[in-house]
C-alpha cells in the first residue's frame, strides 16, 4: 500500500525528533478559555515538561504564566512557533518565529496559509502543517 506524503512532508520520525530536541515554544493565541484548544494544548504541553511561553497581545497571563504580546518579547530562546490564529495572523508570527532564531513553525487545524509556511520553510525553519502538536506527542511519544 502507498501511504500518502504528508502535506508537511515530514515523516514519523522528524516529528519525534522535533518533539523531542526542542523544549522551548511560544504557543500563539494562548487563551485563559479552557473551551480553546489553544488552552487544553498548553496545558498538556506544561504538564509534558516543555517550556512554554503564551503569546496573544489580549492578555496578561495564561495559565499562570506570564503572556507576551509578540514572540520577539519573550526573554528566552524560542524553538518552536506553535499557532493557533487564523490564517491571516500567521505571515507575521512566521516573521517573528524568523527573526527570533526558532527552528520551527507549527500550524494547527485551520491556521494553515501557504504563503506563510512557504516562508517558514525558505528561511531554513521546518514547517509542520495540519497536524496538532499534542496528538503528535500523544501518538509518538
Ligand atoms: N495574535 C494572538 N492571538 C490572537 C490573535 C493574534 N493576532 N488574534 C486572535 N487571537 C486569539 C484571541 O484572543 C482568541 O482567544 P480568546 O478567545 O481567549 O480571546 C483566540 O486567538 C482565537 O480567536 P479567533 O480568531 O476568534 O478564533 P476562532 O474561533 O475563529 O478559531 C482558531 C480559530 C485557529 C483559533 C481555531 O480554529 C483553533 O483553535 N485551531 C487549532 C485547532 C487545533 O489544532 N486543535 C487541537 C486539536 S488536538
Known amino acids: 500500500m502507498v501511504r500518502k506524503m504528508p502535506v508537511d512532508r515530514l ?3 522528524d516529528v519525534r525528533e522535533i518533539l523531542t530536541e526542542y523544549r522551548k515554544i511560544a504557543l500563539v493565541g494562548a487563551s485563559p478559555k479552557p473551551e480553546r484548544d489553544a488552552n487544553r494544548v498548553m ?3 506544561l504538564e509534558k515538561g516543555y517550556e512554554v511561553y503564551p503569546v496573544n497581545p489580549r492578555y496578561e497571563e495564561v495559565l499562570r504564566r506570564k503572556c507576551y504580546p509578540s514572540v520577539l518579547d519573550i526573554p528566552d ?3 518552536i512557533v506553535d499557532l493557533f490564529v487564523r490564517p491571516e495572523f500567521t505571515m507575521d508570527y512566521v516573521e517573528q518565529a524568523i527573526k527570533k532564531g526558532a527552528k520551527v513553525v507549527w500550524f494547527q ?3 494553515y496559509n501557504r ?3 512557504k ?3 525558505e528561511a531554513g525553519l521546518a514547517a509542520v ?3 496538532c502538536i499534542k496528538k503528535e506527542h500523544e501518538r509518538l511519544l
Open 11 to 13: 515523516t514519523d520520525d
Open 43 to 45: 496545558h498538556y504541553l
Open 77 to 79: 530562546d524560542v524553538e
Open 109 to 111: 487545524f485551520n491556521t
Open 115 to 117: 504563503d506563510a509556511f
Open 119 to 121: 516562508r517558514a520553510k
Open 129 to 131: 502543517a495540519h497536524r
